[in-house]
């Protein structure tokens, strides 16, 4: 039985929860939330710390807050999710989101990978670099299973197959 959108919510959320703890709770309290509306709407003491909250007007399906134990500094994680293949259109709206917010991390991940289509235009450079690249960062994109397991053979750029 294949998993509906929220329970394959319900599974990324846990995996991101488990991914930030292992990356990042030496330097930061980490909170992981599925946003019901747009970032600027959250009750979140720690989201109100973010430069330009109130503008922050989109809803990724995953979101991840990462609050410094030093300096109460926010840095956001972002993750959009399908269980389809993962199209041009989802890549660009985290693309967009990604410019706007400058998250420590942004994951667009699905049950099913990138399709052929979508693999060979990112093996193009100049593409690639387009819809990935934001201030020095990457997009990573991800195929993770029902368990909540990541496919090592669909890690994409692939240099940060070690990561996972």
Partial sequence: ??????????KIKKWLEKFLIKNYSKEYNINVIVPNG????ISNNSLKD?????????????????????????????????????????IGEMNIYSHIINPEAAFVVSLKGLPNE???????????????????KEIII???????????????????KSLF
């Fill in 118 to 136: 979508v693999n060979s235009l990112l093996l193009n450079d100049d593409i690639c670099s387009s819809l990935l690249k934001y201030h020095n």
């Fill in 142 to 160: 991800l195929k993770i299973d029902e368990s909540g397991v990541v496919d090592n053979k669909c890690i994409f750029p692939r240099k940060f």
């Fill in 38 to 41: 747009n970032i600027s709407k």
């Fill in 50 to 90: 973010v430069q330009n909250y109130s503008l922050l007007d989109f809803s990724p399906d995953i979101l991840g807050i990462l609050t410094s134990k030093k300096n109460k500094e926010v840095k956001l994680v972002l993750i959009n999710r399908a269980i389809n293949p993962i199209s041009v259109k989802e």
């Fill in 1 to 10: 039985m294949e998993l509906t959108k929220d329970q394959y919510t319900e």
